[in-house]
Nanobody
Framework: VQVVESGGGLVQAGGSLRLSCAAS????????MGWYRQAPGSQRELVAS???????RYADFVKGRFTISRDNAKNTVYLQMNSLKPEDTAVYYC???????????????WGQGTLVTVSS
């Protein structure tokens, strides 16, 4: 499974960005997809995730500001980030959970990350 993110960049505080992530596979079934972030000197943390049935989950620090959505037909997940703060600055990583055809294995795949920088 190949996971590719896009949409990072530099934005001023209060601004918005939209991240996209596509998971490519002809074998596995993509299940839960999510966004994590890692700031310098910090551990990677969950930002938001969404199941293949469309149930979202958010970290407390982004509730009301970020919205996660997905297009199952394209195995693509989006993260709309509004009211960005300098503390949102981090590398954002996409994670895709994938089930093998025999349903015996559930594997997780990561993208290479996309940098989001929020200036004050």
């Amino acid at each position: 499974v190949q996971v590719v993110e896009s949409g990072g960049g530099l934005v001023q505080a209060g601004g918005s960005l939209r991240l996209s992530c596509a998971a490519s596979t002809s074998v596995f079934s993509i299940k839960t997809m999510g966004w994590y972030r890692q700031a310098p000197g910090s551990q990677r943390e969950l930002v938001a995730s969404i199941t293949d049935s469309g149930s979202p989950r958010y970290a407390d620090f982004v509730k009301g500001r970020f919205t996660i959505s997905r297009d199952n037909a394209k195995n693509t997940v989006y993260l709309q980030m509004n009211s960005l703060k300098p503390e949102d600055t981090a590398v954002y990583y996409c994670n895709a959970g994938a089930m093998s055809p025999d349903h015996y294995r559930y594997l997780e795949f990561w993208g290479q990350g996309t940098l989001v920088t929020v200036s004050s």
